[in-house]
């Protein structure tokens, strides 16, 4: 991507900083180009294109630029016209004209202002035009098109017309939006013509090819948008626009709560869409429909330098059709989606290390069935060979959809008719048999006993135990042999392992409180404690944590960091500083281990009674529930482990992802951050934290979004946040329920959207210390919660998330309020909350 001098354009006057509408800039752009930097230009027009790939439009506020480029992960020599934001330091498409045809020269190639008026890609290499705008323009204003660029992204060619005229827009990229929805772009569907205008992802990484995936309007004119594959299969739906949020996917209304952003579907005789936009202008904010299936959005962050994921749906990834490719496993909580199926590999392993998985995968060693062609067809002969290849037993599996059905009755004969055929890659068998033919799409795994049962076939040499016909004898021979040296090291192994076991677990009982030393485990030392990584407790941002055994009476956690960028070195100092991080609620760093090379682990102490989300949200037999008393005890220990973090320990940290799922309960239900520090151990790559995805923008404090300074104050507010979450026993962003018990108590605030503002507007009117707060209270719970302990959580929790950060008080204070040694005043209702239900009555009043 060309890097240039964006700031010297705008030195050509204040003028063009002022430029507010597309006209005036049009007519600058023709006629005030004399100050503009050598290589950028404001405007395509009759005589001067663009070509070279240092030479690129730029937008007059110096925010998006166009021109020739290379994409990442693309194929050398394959050169594309796009838009990129001008001043970011990540290479960021947001729009790419020639999507199927790239140009091989971007020298030789120009794109120009075409005899017939349109803006057109002209390939100096082949003579040809590879893209146009393909405008209808009248003979007579043909001379007088100009292309330039918007500050909001939008590419616009236009008649520079006389001064008293107005510059009518002939097209537009706003209208032919590729994989990215800008500020200010529209989802449309034509009205008059039945046009549907969506965002088309990216065939892959690296090819901006129309992929795949595309969210667009419901084509049946629902208020709705909808994930389709191919064209057809909806795989992904919002559910209806209420006005406020979407009936089936309630983020987007709950988004706008921390970042300030209008979201709105205007709906007239032309045309229905659905638009966004934010107060403040110098958000950087895109929505992007990637080559993973999913629609993201993402907000640039300039302290970090980096995109932060705020929103990805479907949640579920391995919803996502095909989403692995061919043979790869999809399996949901695992921080990366995919996995190839046992011998196979990633087609392309740098778009798989990017999080592109649908290129699959490939096997490691071709089935021997079918290799050898010149051995005559016979059902004999075939089946002689076809021994050749084995079966993997694959359980918990979702089958793949297009499988065939089969005449076999038992398990036996379903395996030799796959076998009989060279092209049958997997068989099941659950009363009848079905089997697959060629690539294995929509793999998933780790769905439990319920699901399928797959056998996969592999080359014999993929399985242990593989023979070779030819080679029986002397097999056995060495068999025989092997086994007898391995019975002697196996046994000497284990007496080995055993005994470091033991050495591993007097250490760790040994580890004395406040010394701060943490043991470094040997790798195999973690493979065996956690038998090979088989007992999965969850996945977080940061990678996959395994329950390890040292003992009968000693568990621990372990988990397999995913995502490092930092050296030995850097490593080992920080988790050493971990090391010293010790309080009674926060988890406990035990070890860790490092290979030298990617494989990091850490160990922490293990929590019986896993996170704390799983008790404030999953369905759970109602005679069980967490009592306030015990949420109180829980608000408050999480308060006194923050504080620590924040102020108490050698270096403040702050931990920059509090929510549900990081608040671990030990058996007796006290509870224990976990998965601070991490955040500074993974560095620059922080989007990942918020790869967890589910109702992570409900925690975040809006200077994440405006690219302020992360400070403590930050921690403060994710854990108001988590405070509301513990009364209610819910979501924030899942608030339904709470509008008619508000209804049903009396105070009127139905309109408003988001569970925080309901209760802050309720304390700031009722200055009474009445018992109506109860009303929040999770139905669970029957009523049954001290008044004046709840009306505090509210008042700490409201005043936790007001949007200035010298609002909110400090985590110590938190602590002194809930332990009732101070008391607090009425909280004003945040600001920016105020604003998100203005704004959502006004969005409603325009929504038809
Ligand atoms: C457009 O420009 C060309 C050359 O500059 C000129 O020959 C032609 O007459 C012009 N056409 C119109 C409609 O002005
Ligand atoms: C996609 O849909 C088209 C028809 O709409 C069909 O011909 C094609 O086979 C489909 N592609 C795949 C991979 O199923
Ligand atoms: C952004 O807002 C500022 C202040 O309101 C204004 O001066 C500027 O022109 C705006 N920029 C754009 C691109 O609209
Ligand atoms: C294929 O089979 C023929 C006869 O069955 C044999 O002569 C030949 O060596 C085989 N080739 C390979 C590559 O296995
Ligand atoms: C077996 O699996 C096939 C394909 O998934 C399904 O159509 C069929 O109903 C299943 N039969 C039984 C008995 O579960």
């Not at 007059?60 to 050169?79: C, D, E, T």
């Not at 046992?342 to 490939?362: A, E, K, L, M």
């Not at 019986?608 to 005679?623: E, I, K, Q, T, V």
Request: net charge neutral.
């Amino acid at each position: 991507m060309p890097e240039g001098n964006t700031r010297s354009m705008t030195g050509g006057g204040a003028t063009h900083r002022a430029a507010a509408c597309a006209f005036i800039i049009l007519v600058l752009a023709i006629y005030g180009v004399e100050n503009v930097h050598a290589a950028d230009t404001t405007a395509i027009s009759v005589g001067r294109p663009l070509s070279g790939d240092q030479h690129r439009l730029v937008s007059p506020g110096g925010k998006f630029a166009l021109g020739f480029f290379q994409p990442a992960g693309g194929v050398a020599g394959s050169w594309y016209v796009g838009i990129w934001y001008n001043n970011i330091s990540v290479q960021t498409p947001v729009w790419v004209a020639n999507r199927l045809r790239p140009v091989s020269d971007p020298a030789t190639s120009r794109l120009a202002i075409a005899p017939d008026g349109n803006l057109v890609l002209f390939d100096g290499r082949t003579g040809s035009t590879v893209w146009s705008t393909e405008a209808n323009i009248t003979a007579d204003v043909r001379n007088g098109t100009v292309a330039v660029l918007l500050d909001t992204g939008n590419l616009v060619l236009a008649l520079a017309s006389d001064a008293s005229g107005s510059a009518a827009v002939l097209w537009q990229s706003f209208d032919h939006i590729g994989d990215t929805w800008l500020p200010g772009g529209k989802l449309r569907r034509d009205k008059r013509t039945g046009a549907i205008q969506g965002m088309v992802s990216w065939r892959a990484r690296g090819d901006p090819a129309p992929g795949m995936y595309a969210l667009q309007l419901d084509p049946d004119g629902a208020p709705q948008y909808v994930l389709l594959w191919n064209g057809t299969r909806e795989y992904w739906i919002t559910g209806n626009w209420t006005g406020r949020i979407f009936a089936d996917a309630p983020e987007v209304a709950a988004s706008s709560g921390s970042s300030g952003y209008t979201f709105k579907f205007v709906d007239n005789d032309d045309e229905s869409y659905f638009t966004y936009n934010f107060a403040d202008n110098s958000t950087v904010y895109r929505f992007v429909t990637d080559a993973s299936g999913q629609v993201k959005g993402w907000f640039w962050v300039e302290a970090t330098q980096a995109w932060n994921l705020v929103y990805a749906e479907p949640k579920a990834r391995c919803a996502v059709p095909r989403v692995c490719g061919a043979f790869g496993v999809c399996s949901e909580g695992a921080s990366t989606a995919c996995d190839c199926a046992r011998g196979f590999s990633p087609r392309i392993p740098p778009n798989w290390g990017q999080g592109d998985y649908t290129g699959g995968c490939v096997r490691n060693v071709e089935l021997q069935c079918g290799k050898n062609s010149s051995g005559g067809g016979g059902a004999a002969a075939g089946s002689r060979k076809a021994k050749m290849d084995r079966f993997l037993e694959m359980d918990g599996m979702r089958l793949p959809d297009d499988g065939r059905v089969a005449g076999a009755t038992s398990s036996g004969d379903c395996k030799n008719a796959c076998l009989l055929n060279c092209s049958c890659s997997a068989y099941a068998f659950n009363g009848s048999c079905v089997l697959w033919h060629g690539d294995l799409l929509n793999l998933q795994d780790s769905l439990g006993g319920t699901a399928g049962r797959l056998y996969l076939r592999l080359a014999a040499s993929e399985l242990p135990g593989a023979r070779s016909h030819s080679k029986w004898r002397i097999t056995v021979i060495a068999v025989s042999a092997a086994s007898i040296v391995v019975l002697v090291v196996t046994a000497s192994v284990l007496v080995v392992r055993a005994t470091r076991r033991r050495w591993i677990r007097a250490r760790i009982q040994g580890l004395s409180a406040g010394d701060g030393r943490v043991i470094s485990f040997k790798y195999r030392d973690l493979q065996s404690i956690t038998r090979n990584f088989s007992d999965k407790l969850g996945g977080g941002a940061f990678g996959s944590v395994f329950r390890g055994e040292l003992s009968s009476c000693t568990a621990v956690a372990v988990k397999k960091l995913e995502g490092l960028r930092q050296g030995e070195k850097q490593f080992r100092a920080e988790v050493s500083t971990l090391g010293t991080v010790q309080h009674v609620n926060l988890i406990r760093l035990l070890g860790f281990c490092s290979d030298g090379g990617d494989r990091k682990l850490l160990v922490y102490e293990y929590m019986p009674n896993g996170s704390l989300d799983r008790h404030l949200f999953r369905a759970m037999p109602p005679s069980y529930s967490l009592s306030w008393a015990a949420r109180y005890r829980i608000a408050l220990g999480v308060a006194k482990g923050l504080a620590y973090l924040h102020y108490k320990c050698r270096d403040c940290i702050i931990h920059c992802d509090v929510k549900p799922e990081n608040i671990l309960l030990d058996a007796a239900f006290a509870p224990k951050v976990a998965d601070f520090g991490l955040a500074k151990l993974v560095g620059r790559d922080f989007s990942r934290v918020l790869t967890t995805m589910r109702g992570t923008i409900g925690y975040l404090a809006p200077e994440w979004i405006s690219g302020e300074a992360i400070t403590p104050k930050a921690d403060v507010f994710s854990y108001g946040m988590t405070l509301f979450e513990i009364v209610s026993g819910r979501r924030n962003a899942e608030h339904g329920a709470f509008e008619s018990a508000a209804a049903a108590s009396g105070t009127d605030h139905t309109t408003t959207t988001f569970f925080p503002v309901t209760v802050a507007r309720m304390l700031a009117e009722s200055a009474e210390e009445g018992d109506d707060v109860t009303a929040f209270l999770d139905p669970e719970l029957e009523g049954n919660a001290n008044a004046s302990e709840l009306r505090r959580v509210c008042k700490v929790a409201c005043w936790c998330i007001q949007d200035g950060v010298d609002a909110r008080p400090t985590m110590a204070e938190v602590v002194q309020v809930l332990e009732g040694v101070t008391d607090v005043e009425t909280p004003p209702v945040p600001r920016y909350l105020q604003v998100l239900a203005g704004r959502a009555m006004h969005a409603s009043d325009t929504c038809v």
